[in-house]
């Protein structure tokens, strides 16, 4: 009664046909339970913004404007730091405490842009700045916005990567915001993937008031944090692979983390699993679930864990009829999200048509999937895809790949906005 996450694992198909070897879908669900305002934990972020050059004018300005906007939701708990980086990173505002609202203000109006990109000096000096105040209970995140290319310093995918890994594992989400159309997007989408945070791609710097909001009404809604699943598959069963999010697999037994876990919002890890031939009336033990995380209202360390059976029948018309639409939709998408990206490396390597009508399958795999299960989802992924596959010209693409990108991360993690 006190867990402040409900667990929800459903096979896609609850009943198996009996006497054969199979794939089966195992979609485990996580949902925050609602959270009272005054349960709220306390903020630690940290704004990393990129002062290049390029984000001279409107763009430094909206940036400004953004993080005065943050300001008046934070509460004097909640810890605030800026760091602006061009050749080297800089910190502009050191963690200060948020009641210290003229001290931050002026701060942010002495920000100016000017110089090069270096992105990996200010994440770091920004994870610095963090550290200060880095607690369990708090709500730690970075939030990266970038409008240009890292030139100056590390800035390969490996390097980034192993930076936003380490960061992920004491606690720290890095959030990141593609600003404008000259952005390494592959870097910021494995920066935001590897900490378990959002990654947005904003066109016009007009609109970041919009997104630093629908990113602060994250922040306030953080129930759980430290979130470990483990799946053990029993009886036989072998685990094949996790779709769409990273996972340690050893032998039957595999383990994804998440970092939070929002309020009233669910979040799914995707399994693929091979169920060996059983007989028919028999029932199945195939896994166990168990989740440990963190509660955010009461400090403490909480876990929740399912048993997940099968029945198995010979009459494929009983496997048809229980059918979950709900797992099968999933797996629809994330198969849909695979294809996508292999539509991406195509294009990246110049084959237009062989991107192009890999998206048009998926347009196809797409509609039939949502007439089959009654999905709305599925008909807006199909006309992304639809979309995308009639923008891979070479004047279109620079945005074009920079949108897949963001709809593939949104759908991979499930990211509410």
Same mark, same amino acid.
């Given at each position: 009664?006190?867990?402040?996450?409900?667990?929800n694992a459903a096979l896609a198909?609850?009943?198996?046909?009996?006497?054969?070897?199979?794939?089966?879908?195992?979609?485990?669900?996580?949902?925050? +339970?609602?959270?009272?305002?005054?349960?709220?934990?306390?903020? /630690?972020?940290?704004?990393?913004?990129?002062?290049?050059?390029?984000?001279?004018?409107?763009?430094?300005?909206?940036?400004?404007?953004?993080?005065?906007? %943050?300001?008046?939701?934070?509460? =004097?708990?909640?810890?605030?730091?800026?760091?602006?980086?061009?050749?080297?990173?800089?910190?502009?505002?050191?963690?200060?405490?948020?009641?210290?609202?003229?001290?931050?203000?002026?701060?942010?109006?002495?920000?100016?842009?000017?110089?090069?990109?270096?992105?990996?000096?200010?994440?770091?000096?920004?994870?610095?700045?963090?550290?200060?105040?880095?607690?369990?209970?708090?709500? /730690?995140?970075?939030?990266?916005?970038?409008?240009?290319?890292?030139?100056?310093?590390?800035?390969?995918?490996?390097?980034?990567?192993?930076?936003?890994?380490?960061?992920?594992?004491?606690?720290?989400?890095?959030?990141?915001?593609?600003?404008?159309?000259?952005?390494?997007?592959?870097?910021?989408?494995?920066?935001?993937?590897?900490?378990?945070?959002? +990654?947005?791609?904003?066109?016009?710097?007009? /609109?970041?008031?919009?997104?630093?909001?629908?990113?602060?009404?994250?922040?306030?809604?953080?129930?759980?944090?430290?979130?470990?699943?483990?799946?053990?598959? @029993?009886?036989?069963?072998?685990?094949?692979? %996790?779709?769409?999010?990273?996972?340690?697999?050893?032998?039957?037994?595999?383990? @994804?983390?998440?970092?939070?876990?929002?309020?009233?919002?669910? =979040?799914?890890?995707?399994?693929?699993?091979?169920?060996?031939?059983?007989?028919?009336?028999?029932? +199945? %033990?195939?896994?166990?679930?168990?989740?440990?995380?963190?509660?955010? /209202?009461?400090?403490?360390?909480?876990?929740?864990?399912?048993?997940?059976?099968?029945?198995?029948?010979?009459?494929?018309?009983?496997?048809?009829?229980?059918?979950?639409?709900?797992?099968?939709?999933?797996?629809?998408?994330?198969?849909?999200?695979?294809?996508?990206?292999?539509?991406?490396?195509?294009?990246?390597?110049?084959?237009?048509?062989? &991107?192009?009508?890999?998206?048009?399958?998926?347009?196809?795999?797409?509609?039939?999937?949502? &007439?089959?299960?009654?999905?709305?989802?599925?008909k807006k992924l199909k006309e992304?895809?639809?979309?995308?596959?009639? +923008?891979?010209?070479?004047?279109?693409?620079? =945005?074009?790949?920079?949108?897949?990108?963001?709809?593939?991360?949104?759908?991979?993690?499930?990211?509410?906005?």
């Amino acid at each position: 009664m006190n867990a402040q996450i409900e667990l929800n694992a459903a096979l896609a198909t609850p009943i198996i046909l009996a006497g054969q070897k199979q794939k089966a879908y195992l979609r485990i669900g996580l949902t925050g +339970h609602r959270l009272k305002n005054e349960k709220v934990a306390p903020l /630690n972020v940290v704004l990393v913004i990129d002062k290049s050059s390029s984000m001279q004018g409107e763009k430094i300005r909206q940036a400004k404007e953004a993080a005065l906007m %943050v300001l008046e939701r934070l509460r =004097k708990n909640d810890i605030f730091s800026v760091v602006t980086y061009d050749h080297r990173g800089e910190i502009l505002l050191p963690a200060t405490p948020a009641q210290e609202k003229d001290i931050i203000k002026t701060t942010l109006n002495r920000m100016r842009a000017g110089g090069q990109t270096a992105l990996y000096d200010g994440i770091e000096k920004g994870a610095k700045e963090i550290q200060k105040f880095l607690n369990r209970n708090r709500i /730690n995140r970075i939030i990266l916005i970038s409008d240009g290319q890292a030139n100056v310093g590390p800035n390969s995918l490996d390097e980034l990567g192993e930076l936003a890994t380490s960061l992920g594992q004491e606690n720290i989400v890095i959030t990141t915001i593609g600003l404008g159309l000259s952005y390494h997007e592959d870097l910021l989408t494995v920066l935001a993937k590897k900490s378990d945070g959002n +990654h947005i791609f904003v066109e016009q710097a007009s /609109n970041l008031v919009h997104f630093f909001d629908f990113e602060f009404s994250d922040l306030f809604s953080v129930v759980a944090q430290e979130v470990t699943i483990t799946l053990i598959g @029993v009886n036989g069963v072998r685990i094949i692979r %996790v779709l769409g999010r990273e996972a340690t697999i050893q032998g039957q037994e595999i383990s @994804v983390k998440l970092n939070q876990l929002y309020s009233c919002y669910e =979040k799914y890890v995707l399994v693929e699993l091979e169920v060996p031939p059983c007989h028919a009336t028999e029932k +199945h %033990v195939l896994a166990g679930v168990a989740v440990v995380y963190r509660k955010m /209202n009461a400090c403490t360390t909480d876990r929740v864990s399912t048993i997940v059976t099968a029945s198995f029948s010979e009459s494929p018309e009983k496997v048809e009829e229980k059918t979950n639409r709900i797992v099968m939709t999933a797996v629809a998408e994330q198969l849909a999200v695979e294809k996508n990206k292999q539509a991406v490396k195509l294009r990246d390597e110049g084959e237009i048509k062989n &991107a192009q009508q890999l998206l048009l399958n998926n347009v196809d795999f797409l509609s039939e999937e949502a &007439a089959k299960y009654g999905s709305e989802n599925l008909k807006k992924l199909k006309e992304i895809n639809l979309k995308d596959a009639n +923008h891979l010209d070479q004047k279109s693409w620079v =945005k074009q790949r920079k949108s897949m990108r963001r709809q593939q991360y949104k759908s991979e993690t499930q990211q509410n906005y």
